[in-house]
């Protein structure tokens, strides 16, 4: 199995395991963090620094805890800003088999979450699931 998970922030192995149940035992997994700006003035400022510092650190995150929840092997990377972007560019390098996007709770979303699964389905015909997480 190759997995591709788009995570916005830091996802823990117990969230992995039951979110994503056997399919990360033993699976191939490539974890890509966006670089999410804080602020629209940021975005538009190209202010991007800290945003790229902490999808790395997302994107790291989230690969240690798949590893720890039974990845074969996790690679990571940051992505752009714009999340259907970031797996656009992901998946031209990685085929996976499956897509897995980590989204916040309705009232903390970022970006447009709700219609990012659909639109990575219609485009690129690979099988997407939607996970929230937790509450902050």
Do not use: K
Not at 13 to 34: K, S
């Amino acid at each position: 199995m190759r997995l591709l998970v788009l995570a916005p922030e830091a996802v823990d192995a117990g969230l992995l395991r039951r979110e994503l149940g056997d399919e990360i035992e033993g699976a191939e997994v490539r974890v890509i963090a966006p670089a999410l700006n804080e602020s629209p003035l940021a975005f538009w400022m190209s202010d991007s620094d800290e945003a790229i510092a902490e999808a790395q650190q997302a994107a790291a995150g989230t690969g240690r805890a798949a590893e720890e929840a039974g990845a074969e092997h996790a690679e990571t990377d940051t992505g752009e800003s714009e999340p259907l972007t970031a797996l656009q560019d992901a998946l031209a390098t990685f085929e996976a088999d499956r897509v897995a996007v980590f989204v916040h709770p309705r009232d903390e979303q970022r970006y447009r979450e709700d219609q990012l699964c659909e639109a990575v389905q219609e485009r690129f015909g690979v099988r997407v699931s939607q996970h929230v997480l937790p509450e902050s």
